[in-house]
Protein backbone atom coordinates (compact mmCIF):
# COMPACT_ATOMS: atom_id res chain seq x y z
CA UNK A 1 0.00 0.00 0.00
CA UNK A 2 1.23 3.20 -0.64
CA UNK A 3 2.78 4.71 2.63
CA UNK A 4 4.53 7.92 3.42
CA UNK A 5 5.71 9.32 7.32
CA UNK A 6 6.27 13.56 7.89
CA UNK A 7 7.08 15.04 11.10
CA UNK A 8 7.69 18.30 12.55
CA UNK A 9 10.05 18.88 15.76
CA UNK A 10 10.24 22.05 17.15
CA UNK A 11 12.78 22.56 19.77
CA UNK A 12 13.49 24.69 22.48
CA UNK A 13 16.32 25.49 25.45
CA UNK A 14 18.45 24.12 22.34
CA UNK A 15 18.30 22.52 19.33
CA UNK A 16 19.36 19.31 20.80
CA UNK A 17 16.30 17.33 21.24
CA UNK A 18 14.80 18.44 18.36
CA UNK A 19 18.09 17.55 16.22
CA UNK A 20 18.04 13.26 18.39
CA UNK A 21 14.31 12.94 17.74
CA UNK A 22 14.80 13.80 13.88
CA UNK A 23 17.93 11.84 13.31
CA UNK A 24 16.47 8.73 15.02
CA UNK A 25 12.36 9.14 14.13
CA UNK A 26 12.94 6.29 12.15
CA UNK A 27 14.20 4.01 14.73
CA UNK A 28 11.58 5.18 17.73
CA UNK A 29 8.78 5.35 15.94
CA UNK A 30 8.74 2.52 13.68
CA UNK A 31 11.86 0.09 14.19
CA UNK A 32 11.66 -0.26 17.96
CA UNK A 33 7.65 0.60 18.00
CA UNK A 34 5.59 -1.99 18.37
CA UNK A 35 3.97 -2.11 15.39
CA UNK A 36 1.06 -4.34 14.57
CA UNK A 37 1.84 -6.95 11.95
CA UNK A 38 -0.99 -7.28 9.68
CA UNK A 39 -1.15 -6.57 6.16
CA UNK A 40 -5.41 -5.75 5.91
CA UNK A 41 -6.15 -2.64 7.33
CA UNK A 42 -8.91 -3.23 9.67
CA UNK A 43 -10.64 -1.50 12.93
CA UNK A 44 -8.03 -4.13 15.32
CA UNK A 45 -4.79 -2.56 12.88
CA UNK A 46 -5.72 0.89 13.46
CA UNK A 47 -6.14 0.88 16.98
CA UNK A 48 -2.89 -0.74 17.25
CA UNK A 49 -1.48 1.28 15.42
CA UNK A 50 -2.64 3.88 17.92
CA UNK A 51 -1.59 2.68 20.74
CA UNK A 52 1.79 1.65 18.98
CA UNK A 53 2.04 5.50 18.04
CA UNK A 54 1.18 6.85 21.49
CA UNK A 55 4.36 3.96 23.02
CA UNK A 56 6.56 5.45 20.66
CA UNK A 57 6.08 8.88 21.32
CA UNK A 58 7.05 8.14 25.03
CA UNK A 59 9.51 5.97 23.86
CA UNK A 60 11.27 8.72 22.41
CA UNK A 61 10.69 10.91 25.70
CA UNK A 62 12.44 8.25 27.60
CA UNK A 63 14.99 8.22 25.17
CA UNK A 64 15.75 11.83 25.84
CA UNK A 65 15.97 11.24 29.14
CA UNK A 66 19.20 9.28 28.93
CA UNK A 67 21.22 10.50 25.80
CA UNK A 68 23.69 12.41 27.11
CA UNK A 69 24.28 15.05 24.46
CA UNK A 70 20.73 16.36 25.39
CA UNK A 71 20.10 18.94 28.80
CA UNK A 72 17.47 18.36 30.97
CA UNK A 73 16.64 21.28 30.00
CA UNK A 74 16.20 21.05 25.99
CA UNK A 75 12.84 19.56 24.73
CA UNK A 76 10.82 19.57 21.81
CA UNK A 77 7.41 19.88 20.17
CA UNK A 78 6.42 16.51 18.03
CA UNK A 79 3.51 16.24 15.30
CA UNK A 80 3.46 13.36 13.25
CA UNK A 81 1.49 12.48 10.38
CA UNK A 82 1.27 8.72 8.76
CA UNK A 83 0.07 7.68 5.93
CA UNK A 84 -0.99 4.40 5.28
CA UNK A 85 -3.22 3.87 1.61
CA UNK A 86 -6.25 6.24 2.07
CA UNK A 87 -5.91 6.17 6.30
CA UNK A 88 -4.12 9.60 7.68
CA UNK A 89 -2.53 9.32 11.70
CA UNK A 90 -2.06 12.40 13.24
CA UNK A 91 -0.14 12.66 16.57
CA UNK A 92 1.04 15.68 18.64
CA UNK A 93 2.41 16.76 21.53
CA UNK A 94 2.85 20.63 21.92
CA UNK A 95 1.58 23.47 20.06
CA UNK A 96 2.65 22.23 16.09
CA UNK A 97 -0.69 21.94 13.87
CA UNK A 98 -1.48 20.03 11.40
CA UNK A 99 -4.81 20.99 9.13
CA UNK A 100 -7.00 18.85 6.45
CA UNK A 101 -8.08 20.86 3.48
CA UNK A 102 -11.56 19.15 2.79
CA UNK A 103 -12.72 20.77 -0.20
CA UNK A 104 -11.72 24.24 0.83
CA UNK A 105 -12.33 23.92 4.31
CA UNK A 106 -9.65 23.78 6.94
CA UNK A 107 -10.34 20.25 9.89
CA UNK A 108 -7.79 21.06 12.78
CA UNK A 109 -6.14 17.33 12.72
CA UNK A 110 -4.57 18.19 16.31
CA UNK A 111 -4.60 20.49 19.40
CA UNK A 112 -2.35 23.40 20.19
CA UNK A 113 -1.28 21.86 23.65
CA UNK A 114 -0.76 25.50 25.38
CA UNK A 115 -1.94 27.26 28.67
CA UNK A 116 -4.96 28.83 27.24
CA UNK A 117 -6.70 25.58 25.92
CA UNK A 118 -8.74 25.20 29.00
CA UNK A 119 -8.61 21.03 29.29
CA UNK A 120 -4.82 21.12 29.46
CA UNK A 121 -4.99 24.19 32.49
CA UNK A 122 -7.13 21.75 34.35
CA UNK A 123 -5.19 18.90 34.32
CA UNK A 124 -2.00 20.52 34.62
CA UNK A 125 -3.49 22.55 37.40
CA UNK A 126 -4.73 19.56 39.23
CA UNK A 127 -1.36 17.72 39.31
CA UNK A 128 -0.21 20.63 41.01
CA UNK A 129 1.25 22.24 38.13
CA UNK A 130 1.36 26.10 38.39
CA UNK A 131 0.61 28.70 35.39
CA UNK A 132 1.55 31.70 34.66
CA UNK A 133 0.00 33.83 32.12
CA UNK A 134 1.60 31.90 28.89
CA UNK A 135 3.45 29.51 31.30
CA UNK A 136 3.34 25.92 32.66
CA UNK A 137 5.66 25.31 35.25
CA UNK A 138 8.32 27.87 32.65
CA UNK A 139 8.02 26.90 29.73
CA UNK A 140 5.15 27.98 27.17
CA UNK A 141 3.73 24.12 26.13
CA UNK A 142 1.91 21.71 28.34
CA UNK A 143 3.51 18.69 26.57
CA UNK A 144 6.65 18.22 24.89
CA UNK A 145 9.21 15.17 24.46
CA UNK A 146 12.52 15.81 27.10
CA UNK A 147 12.15 18.86 29.55
CA UNK A 148 13.38 16.81 32.39
CA UNK A 149 14.44 19.08 34.30
CA UNK A 150 10.74 20.16 34.53
CA UNK A 151 9.08 16.37 34.79
CA UNK A 152 8.98 14.07 38.02
CA UNK A 153 10.95 11.25 38.02
CA UNK A 154 9.75 8.11 35.23
CA UNK A 155 6.40 6.32 36.23
CA UNK A 156 5.40 9.53 38.00
CA UNK A 157 2.33 11.73 36.89
CA UNK A 158 3.77 14.90 35.75
CA UNK A 159 2.10 18.21 34.83
CA UNK A 160 4.39 18.57 31.76
CA UNK A 161 3.80 15.13 29.40
CA UNK A 162 4.91 13.58 26.27
CA UNK A 163 1.62 11.44 25.56
CA UNK A 164 0.53 12.59 22.28
CA UNK A 165 -3.55 13.34 21.26
CA UNK A 166 -4.19 10.71 17.79
CA UNK A 167 -6.61 11.43 15.25
CA UNK A 168 -7.45 8.87 12.27
CA UNK A 169 -9.49 9.79 9.32
CA UNK A 170 -10.01 8.10 6.21
CA UNK A 171 -9.41 9.83 3.62
CA UNK A 172 -11.51 10.66 0.41
CA UNK A 173 -11.96 12.41 -2.64
CA UNK A 174 -12.65 15.35 -1.08
CA UNK A 175 -9.44 15.66 0.70
CA UNK A 176 -7.08 18.34 -1.23
CA UNK A 177 -3.57 18.33 1.06
CA UNK A 178 -2.43 18.72 4.75
CA UNK A 179 -0.34 21.11 6.06
CA UNK A 180 1.75 20.45 9.35
CA UNK A 181 3.77 23.38 10.48
CA UNK A 182 5.22 24.73 14.06
CA UNK A 183 3.86 27.47 16.20
CA UNK A 184 5.26 30.19 14.49
CA UNK A 185 2.82 29.71 11.42
CA UNK A 186 0.05 29.34 13.72
CA UNK A 187 0.45 32.06 15.74
CA UNK A 188 -0.16 35.39 12.98
CA UNK A 189 -2.36 32.95 10.79
CA UNK A 190 -5.93 30.78 11.45
CA UNK A 191 -6.22 27.13 9.77
CA UNK A 192 -8.89 28.79 7.22
CA UNK A 193 -6.64 31.64 6.28
CA UNK A 194 -3.23 28.92 6.25
CA UNK A 195 -5.65 26.52 3.59
CA UNK A 196 -7.18 29.23 1.39
CA UNK A 197 -3.45 30.49 0.59
CA UNK A 198 -1.95 27.04 -0.20
CA UNK A 199 -5.26 26.88 -2.47
CA UNK A 200 -4.53 29.71 -4.08
CA UNK A 201 -0.69 28.72 -4.60
CA UNK A 202 -1.85 24.94 -6.12
CA UNK A 203 -4.48 26.48 -8.28
CA UNK A 204 -1.13 28.41 -9.87
CA UNK A 205 1.86 26.10 -9.49
CA UNK A 206 0.56 23.03 -8.64
CA UNK A 207 3.52 22.43 -6.54
CA UNK A 208 3.51 21.85 -3.06
CA UNK A 209 6.73 23.02 -2.05
CA UNK A 210 6.34 26.78 -3.00
CA UNK A 211 3.31 26.43 -1.17
CA UNK A 212 5.30 25.79 1.77
CA UNK A 213 7.47 29.02 1.05
CA UNK A 214 4.62 30.67 0.94
CA UNK A 215 3.22 29.93 4.24
CA UNK A 216 6.41 31.27 5.27
CA UNK A 217 6.93 34.11 3.38
CA UNK A 218 3.25 35.07 4.62
CA UNK A 219 4.09 34.75 8.34
CA UNK A 220 7.08 36.20 8.16
CA UNK A 221 4.94 39.25 6.60
CA UNK A 222 2.90 39.30 9.55
CA UNK A 223 5.94 39.18 12.01
CA UNK A 224 6.29 36.16 13.16
CA UNK A 225 8.50 35.87 16.29
CA UNK A 226 8.87 32.41 16.14
CA UNK A 227 10.57 29.09 14.30
CA UNK A 228 8.82 28.88 11.14
CA UNK A 229 8.57 25.08 9.75
CA UNK A 230 5.88 24.34 7.38
CA UNK A 231 5.28 20.82 5.53
CA UNK A 232 2.42 21.02 2.70
CA UNK A 233 1.34 17.00 1.53
CA UNK A 234 -1.06 17.03 -1.82
CA UNK A 235 -3.54 14.42 -1.54
CA UNK A 236 -5.87 15.94 -4.68
CA UNK A 237 -4.75 19.33 -5.86
CA UNK A 238 -7.37 21.71 -6.06
CA UNK A 239 -6.11 23.05 -9.62
CA UNK A 240 -7.05 19.41 -10.98
CA UNK A 241 -9.95 17.91 -8.37
CA UNK A 242 -12.87 19.90 -10.09
CA UNK A 243 -12.36 19.11 -13.11
CA UNK A 244 -11.21 15.35 -13.06
CA UNK A 245 -13.34 12.44 -11.89
CA UNK A 246 -12.61 10.69 -8.83
CA UNK A 247 -10.71 8.28 -10.85
CA UNK A 248 -8.37 10.21 -12.39
CA UNK A 249 -7.29 12.20 -9.70
CA UNK A 250 -3.84 11.42 -8.78
CA UNK A 251 -2.33 12.00 -5.18
CA UNK A 252 1.18 14.40 -5.26
CA UNK A 253 2.95 14.76 -1.52
CA UNK A 254 6.15 17.12 -1.14
CA UNK A 255 8.46 14.97 0.23
CA UNK A 256 8.04 11.16 1.62
CA UNK A 257 9.95 7.91 2.76
CA UNK A 258 13.37 7.85 1.41
CA UNK A 259 13.64 4.40 -0.46
CA UNK A 260 15.27 2.85 2.63
CA UNK A 261 12.60 3.52 5.03
CA UNK A 262 9.78 3.09 2.95
CA UNK A 263 11.19 -0.39 2.63
CA UNK A 264 11.96 -0.85 6.23
CA UNK A 265 8.27 0.91 6.86
CA UNK A 266 6.94 -1.72 4.63
CA UNK A 267 8.70 -4.55 6.05
CA UNK A 268 7.51 -3.84 9.10
CA UNK A 269 3.45 -3.25 8.43
CA UNK A 270 3.71 -6.64 6.30
CA UNK A 271 6.17 -8.50 9.23
CA UNK A 272 8.54 -9.59 7.54
Known amino acids: MPSAFYAVFDGHGGPEAAVFIKNNAMKLYFEDADLPLISDIDDVFLAELENSHRRAFLQADHALAHECSVGSTCGT ?5 LVLGRHLLVANAGDCRAVLCRKGVAFDMSQDHKPSHLPERR ?8 IDYIYVNGLSVTRALGDWSLKLPLGSASPLIADPDVQQVVLTEDDEFLIIGCDGIWDVMSSQNAVSLVRRVLRRHDDPKQCAQELVMEATRLHSSDNLTVIVICFNSPAHAESCPPQRRRSRRCSGLSEEARSRLKSLLEGN
Not at 77 to 81: G, H, I, K, N, S
Request: aromatic share 8%; no cysteine; glycine share 16%.
Open 77 to 81: TALTA
Open 123 to 130: RVEELGGY
